[in-house]
C-alpha cells in the first residue's frame, strides 16, 4: 500500500510541477503566428529552446514511468480517480505560481470536475 | 471576428484535439503495459521491462498519439491558462462514456453516469470563465 500512495505522489506532484513549468515556457515562448504546419514546427523549435521546458521534462517523464508502473499493479478504476487529485493540486499551483485568476466558477468547475473523474473512473 | 470569439474557439479546437489524442494513446498504452505483465521493481526486472516496453509496438502507436497530444498542449497553453486548459481536457472522460453507450452498447452503472453529468457542469463552468487571465510575453513587453 505504501509504494502505491509513494507512487501516486510522484504521479501527482511530477505531473503538477512539470505541467506548470511547461506552462511558464509557453508563456515566454509566445502563441504560433499561425496554426498551420511550418509555423507550428517554427513554434516548437523555439519552444525547444526554453529552459523552463526542460525543466518540465525530467518531471513529466518520471511522471509518466509512475503512471506505467501504476498500471501495472494496480487496475486503471484506481489509478486514474485516485490522479484526478491533481486537477486541485494545479489549480493551486495555476495560482500561487503562475498566478492566474482562479474565479469562484472556474474553482467550482474544478472541483466537480475532479469528482466527476474519480467516480467515472471507478466506474 | 471579435478577438475574445476567436481565442475561444481556437482553445476550443485545441482542447478537443488534446482530448482525442490523449484518450487514444492512454488506451494504446493500457493494452501495451498489459501485454508486458507487472513491472518487478529490481534492477533487472526494471531493465526488463525497459526492453519490453521498447519492442511493443502498441506502446509506440500510444506514444505516437501521446506525442500528438503534446504538441496540441504545448500549442493551447502559450496563450491559455493552465487553470482552463486542465479542467477542460476531462472533457474526455465523459465522451469516452458517451462513445462506449452509444457505439459498445456497453451498460454504464449509475456512478458513472453521475461522474458524467459533473464532468460536463463542471467543464461548462470553466468553459464560460475567461481563457486567459494573464498577459502574453509580447504584451507584457509592450
Known sequence: MTRVILALCVLIFGSTGGEIA????????????????????????????NGWFWAGVPLMALSFYALLVLLSW???????PASALSYVVG???????LREQISPA????????CAGVALVAAG | MPSERRLRIKTLV???????CANAGDLMLKRGMSQNGAVVLTAAGLAHAFRLTVTN???WIGIFFLTGFMVSYMTVLSWADYSYVMPAGAFGYALLTL???????????????VGVVLICIGVLLVGQTKPRTTELASEAVA
Do not use: D, N
Not at chain 1, 506552462?23 to 509555423?39: I, S, V
Not at chain 2, 485545441?14 to 482525442?20: D, E, I, K, Q
Not at chain 2, 462513445?99 to 453516469?113: C, N
Open chain 1, 91 to 97: 489549480t493551486l499551483g495555476a495560482k500561487y505560481i
Open chain 2, 99 to 113: 462513445l462506449a453507450v452509444v457505439f459498445l452498447h456497453e451498460s454504464v452503472s449509475p456512478r458513472r453516469w
Open chain 2, 57 to 59: 509496438g502498441t506502446i
Open chain 1, 74 to 80: 494496480e487496475p486503471i478504476s484506481l489509478v486514474i
Open chain 1, 106 to 113: 472556474r474553482w467550482a468547475g474544478v472541483l466537480l470536475v
Open chain 2, 14 to 20: 485545441m482542447v478537443l484535439a488534446m482530448v482525442v
Open chain 1, 22 to 49: 511547461i506552462t511558464c515556457g509557453m508563456k515566454a515562448t509566445g502563441e504560433p503566428a499561425q496554426l498551420r504546419p511550418r509555423a507550428l514546427l517554427q513554434f516548437l523549435g523555439r519552444a525547444l529552446c
